[in-house]
């Protein structure tokens, strides 16, 4: 049976708008109208308020109500419960942006169509998502989290979730009607616990032996501690422009 992905709000609540999203920072502008996505407890969200400053307007959008509830609005930044896939927006925002959402939806086609319809003509959509298939370790994971890994991998396309999201956005895009269409690498290299957080999180639903699961968070944890040198994630990410 298909599932639904809840993120972790330990994850969420940790990024930043210039360092998780540093594509959109560099375009927004003082008095913008901007709907974020899959907005989550509202971190990037809350610096893309900042970043348009009192004259623009802001609107964090996310179907997990237990999200919201931990997002903060402001003057010019209000948070709303709601699913993507039925977002019924008219042509109001100047952008909308999602980062890292996009792979949890089966049906990215509609996604990328909802989000084109929410833009004013001459707007932006701008989206940041994984090829989760090109992720590397240097040096090699021990046996115990590359097993989880692909079992990870495996997991998503069981769900109908895109491993190379990232690279096949721009088709979206193009299919929804944008035009200008843009892709970048926007890769982040560096030693992160992010993959800790996820055995814990989504270990339960990828690894039901539990002793399996410690044995890969302990082996992992070895692994961060001594030997990892550098993690690459790979990201991409793709603006179009509304008609």
């Known amino acids: 049976m298909k599932q639904s992905h809840q993120s972790d709000p330990r994850v969420l609540s940790r990024r930043t708008l210039e360092h998780d999203h540093p594509r ?11 709907l974020d996505v899959g907005c989550g407890t509202g971190a990037i969200t809350a610096g893309i308020a900042a970043a348009v400053g009192p004259s ?31 977002l019924a927006a ?38 940041l998502d994984y090829n989760h298939e090109l992720n590397a370790w240097d040096p090699e994971p021990p046996l115990e989290f590359r097993r989880f890994y692909q079992a990870f991998l495996d997991w ?10 990232g690279d096949h956005l721009p088709a979206l895009f193009e299919a929804a009607g944008l035009r200008n269409v843009m892709i970048t690498v926007d890769d982040q290299i560096g030693i992160s616990e992010i993959w800790l957080h996820v055995i814990e999180s989504l270990g339960p639903k990828i690894l039901p032996d539990e002793n399996d699961r410690l044995r890969t968070q302990t082996a992992y944890r070895e692994y961060l501690g001594t030997r990892l040198r550098t993690q690459t994630l790979s990201l991409r990410t793709v603006t179009g422009t509304a008609h």
């Open 156 to 165: 998503r396309t069981a769900n109908g979730w895109d491993n190379m999201m």
């Open 56 to 86: 623009g307007t802001v609107v964090g959008l996310d179907r997990d109500e237990s999200l919201i509830a931990m997002a903060r609005g402001g003057a010019n930044l209000t948070f709303e419960v709601g699913d993507l896939l039925t």
């Open 90 to 127: 008219e042509p109001q925002f100047d952008m909308v942006t999602a980062a890292r959402l996009i792979q949890w939806i089966s049906e990215p086609g509609e996604a990328i169509h909802r989000m084109a319809a929410a833009t004013k003509p001459g707007g932006r959509v701008v989206v």
């Open 24 to 34: 959109l920072a560099g375009m927004l502008r003082p008095g913008m109208s901007v």
